[in-house]
């Protein structure tokens, strides 16, 4: 409903994809409702309990979908954005400092991503 004021259609449908994907307080009744409905209360796997898995579902599956565009957040995301600020600044000094501090999270959060990814079988 919110979407119709949006004047992009490219950022219309992009929040019309994206929205079911957030999770936010407001679904916490609903989702406490379906989940002790539908899902049995025992524990699995050493005294973890489905329902808490279930209800934690889309919390982690937000939380994965963040981490795997991550790179794309920290990376500088054309090698053009060195080049104009070394002209801007008339020294390689910025762009390398700016390569580094740009470069090194994104690196660090892609192997985060990739190593968690591995360890749940999902990579």
Do not use: H
């Not at 409903?1 to 992009?8: F, H, L, P, S, Y």
């Not at 899902?39 to 699995?44: A, D, V």
């Not at 279930?54 to 979908?65: C, D, E, I, T």
Request: with cysteine; net charge positive.
């Amino acid at each position: 409903m919110a979407t119709r004021v949006i004047d992009n259609r490219r950022d219309w449908l992009t929040t019309i994809l994206v929205a079911p994907l957030m999770t936010y307080s407001a679904r916490i009744p609903i989702y406490t409702l379906i989940i002790s409905a539908f899902i049995p209360n025992r524990l699995i796997w050493g005294g973890l309990s489905p329902q808490g898995l279930v209800f934690f579902g889309p919390y982690a599956l937000g939380l994965m979908s963040t981490l795997f565009l991550v790179w794309y957040v920290f990376a500088p995301q054309c090698a053009s954005t060195l080049g104009v600020v070394k002209r801007e600044t008339n020294s390689w000094l910025r762009p390398a400092v700016m390569f580094a501090y740009m470069s090194a999270p994104a690196y660090a959060a892609a192997f985060a991503t990739f190593n968690v990814a591995s360890a749940t079988g999902a990579g």
